[in-house]
Every structure is written in C-alpha cells, then in structure tokens.
C-alpha cells in the first residue's frame, strides 16, 4: 500500500529565507507524486507533479521538487520565501494516473514578516 | 485551467434532516469523481470514488446508505448526507479526473450540524 510521511506539522520560516517541506513516501511501484497547497476554508491547488519525466520539478509560486528514489523523497523547496505563501502543504502519491491520492497528514507553513 | 465547482460553499442543517452537495466540472467532462473529507487541521481522507453511470466505490469505513453519491452525468457528482449528525460535520471536498488522469480538486463544502 501506498502511504506519504510528511515531517513536521508546521514549519516557520522569516521571510526571504529558503523553504523546505519534507516528504518521503512508500510505494510498491514507481509512483506519482504531488505537492498541493490549501488556503483556509478552500480547495486544494496543484502546485507540482512527478511523473516519472525529470527528476527535477518546477510548480507554480517558485516552488520546485526533486525526486529522490534512493531517499524515497519528494521535498518541496522555494528559494525564497513570500507571505502570500503561508498556508497548508499536502503531498501526495499514487501508484498509477488513474488511481486515487493519498495524501500525507500537510504541513503548516507560516512566514513570519 | 479546469475548474471544479462545489456547491453549497457552507451549510448549516439540523440533526437528522439530509443535505446533499454538488460538484461540477466546468469546463471537461469527469468519468470520474472523488469525494473526501477533512477534519480540522486533518489531512483529506478519501471516502468515495464516483464513476459516471455506475455505482460509488466507498473506502473501508465509509458507510454508504449514510453517503449517498450520485454521478448521474459527465460533468456532475452528488454527495447527500443522509440523518445528518453532529459528528458529520466536516469539511467535504470533491475532486474530478479529467481524460488525462488529472485531478481537479473543488473549494470546498463547509458543513456544520447542529
């Protein structure tokens, strides 16, 4: 079975300073992996997508993630980080396109001015 | 991009009456459709997957006669929460898979049972 481990509940950065959000998944199979964000009281918002192409993905909002098969990692960074980037971070994985999402327990960002 | 529509954004209903919760697909047409559930400061947990003109696939745990899903067409899924009750409450979320395998996911239904 598929599962996400997303380390740390909340993570605070000042503003300016480089983000990182820790993901590490299980899988049986090569995996697809997703970071998304939620603000309060909204949907989520795709912010990148592994699927098996570069190992290296840019997202939306400055974000990247690298895809780590040794480490079983998928970590979000953002060089830089911006207020209007508080907010909860998912990741996500699925063995194939055309099953559901498992998602990982998020990640609270707060930027701190 | 594709954009999912939920609706009612919000809700508040009595304990025992029934509320049902639509979510569209805008602009493509979804043959299938998950419906999830987030507790505060939770994670989403999946409850349902709906497949257009056939029946809901409901996770372990999910009880369906209480989770009524409907996806009656291409662009449109129906969650009715029948006898709601407090513990019901929750924020519902659908998402919708285009042709491609892509997920869209829906702002969001706030419920609240009083």
């Known amino acids: 079975a598929q599962s996400v481990t997303q380390l740390g509940s909340h993570v605070s950065v000042s503003e300016g300073a480089l983000v990182l959000l820790r993901c590490n998944y299980s899988?049986?199979?090569?995996?697809?992996l997703f970071w998304y964000v939620q603000y309060p009281n909204q949907g989520l918002q795709l912010l990148l997508k592994?699927?098996?192409?570069?190992?290296l993905v840019k997202g939306i909002n400055g974000f990247e993630a690298e895809f780590k098969k040794s480490e079983t990692s998928f970590h979000l960074t953002k060089p830089s980080a911006h207020m209007s980037d508080a907010a909860e971070y998912f990741c996500?994985?699925?063995?194939?396109?055309?099953?559901?999402?498992?998602f990982g327990k998020g990640t609270r960002l707060s930027v701190i001015a | 991009g594709a954009v999912v529509s939920q609706h009612p954004s919000w809700v508040i209903c009595k304990s025992g009456t029934s509320v049902k919760i639509e979510c569209r697909s805008l602009?493509?047409?979804?043959?299938?459709m998950f419906w999830y559930r987030q507790f505060p400061k939770q994670s989403l947990m999946l409850m349902a997957t709906?497949?257009?003109?056939?029946?809901?696939?409901?996770e372990q745990g999910v009880e369906k006669d209480k989770f009524l899903i409907n996806h009656a067409s291409l662009t449109l899924s129906t969650l009715t929460v029948t006898s709601a009750h407090p513990e019901d409450s929750s924020f519902y979320i659908c998402?919708?898979?285009?042709?491609?395998?892509?997920?869209?996911f829906g702002p969001g239904t706030r419920l609240t049972v009083t």
């Open positions: 998402s919708a898979r285009d042709q491609t395998y892509e997920q869209y």
């Open positions: 899988s049986s199979v090569p995996p697809y």
């Open positions: 592994y699927t098996s192409a570069a190992t």
């Open positions: 996500a994985v699925s063995p194939s396109g055309n099953t559901p999402l498992v």
């Open positions: 602009d493509f047409q979804a043959t299938t």
């Open positions: 709906s497949n257009e003109g056939s029946k809901a696939t409901y």
